[in-house]
């Protein structure tokens, strides 16, 4: 079974660099058929999606926050990473990790596994 | 970007019932590429249907999705008390991806 987990600080102080690791159990994260995503939702609102990568090291960002953020891979380990940069209050969320099941060579694909997620505030 | 509006944003309804919600995208969604998760309180979204009418693998047949273009619905048939919840959509077939603001049913 397939299993995703989020891990890094709580806490970071506004202006500085939140960085996150999604570690992945139960399968490969160099697999062709997918892309491995982050996605975030600030306490009581919606799902933002961040964005996601390809175990070759392709990368796919939202552009509101791509100046800002950092995708990457380490396919030794198992493991993908978040940086966003410059953070402020309102980055403050729950950061999830997700599995993105694609077809063949599309950009984008469906989140069928997730992480339990992992609630970064910003605060001084 | 695309912009998804769900509706209603809240639905009353009980155990037994009915549930139809809609999601209502700007512009038309490529492929149909349109997603439902539905979510619990302090769990991650949990993947229901994929590609409008695809049900993912552990979703139970009471659910199911339909739609293409600019218009899609998710039915809930027999409601039971586990599906009180709230569902977002998603549309991953024009970049960037985007969430509606979800509806949540309530008993």
């Known amino acids: 079974q397939l299993q995703l987990h989020e891990s890094g600080p709580g806490l970071v102080k506004p202006s500085e660099t939140l960085s996150l690791t999604c570690t992945v159990s139960?399968?490969?994260?160099?697999?062709?058929?997918?892309?491995w995503g982050w996605i975030r939702q600030p306490p009581g609102k919606g799902l933002e999606w961040i964005g996601h990568?390809?175990?070759?090291?392709?990368?796919y960002y939202k552009p509101s926050l791509k100046s800002r953020v950092t995708i990457s891979v380490d396919t030794s380990k198992n493991q993908f990473s978040l940086k966003l940069r410059s953070v402020t209050a309102a980055d403050t969320a729950v950061y999830y990790c997700a599995r993105v099941s694609k077809y063949y060579y599309d950009t984008s694909g469906y989140l069928d596994y997730w992480g339990q997620g992992t609630l970064v505030t910003v605060s001084s | 970007e695309i912009v998804l509006t769900q509706s209603p944003g809240t639905l009353s309804l009980s155990p037994g019932e009915r549930a139809t919600l809609s999601c209502r995208a700007s512009q038309s969604v490529s492929s149909s590429y349109l997603a439902w998760y539905q979510q619990k309180p302090g769990q991650a979204p949990r993947l229901l249907i994929y590609?409008?009418?695809s049900r993912a693998t552990g979703s139970p047949d009471r659910f199911s999705g339909s739609g293409s273009g600019t218009d899609f619905t998710l039915t809930i048939t027999r409601l039971e008390p586990e599906d009180f919840a709230v569902y977002y959509c998603q549309q991953y077939g024009n970049s960037p991806d985007t969430f509606g603001q979800g509806t949540k049913l309530e008993i």
């Open positions: 139960g399968g490969s994260i160099s697999s062709s058929s997918y892309y």
């Open positions: 590609g409008a009418s």
């Open positions: 990568i390809y175990y070759s090291g392709r990368t």
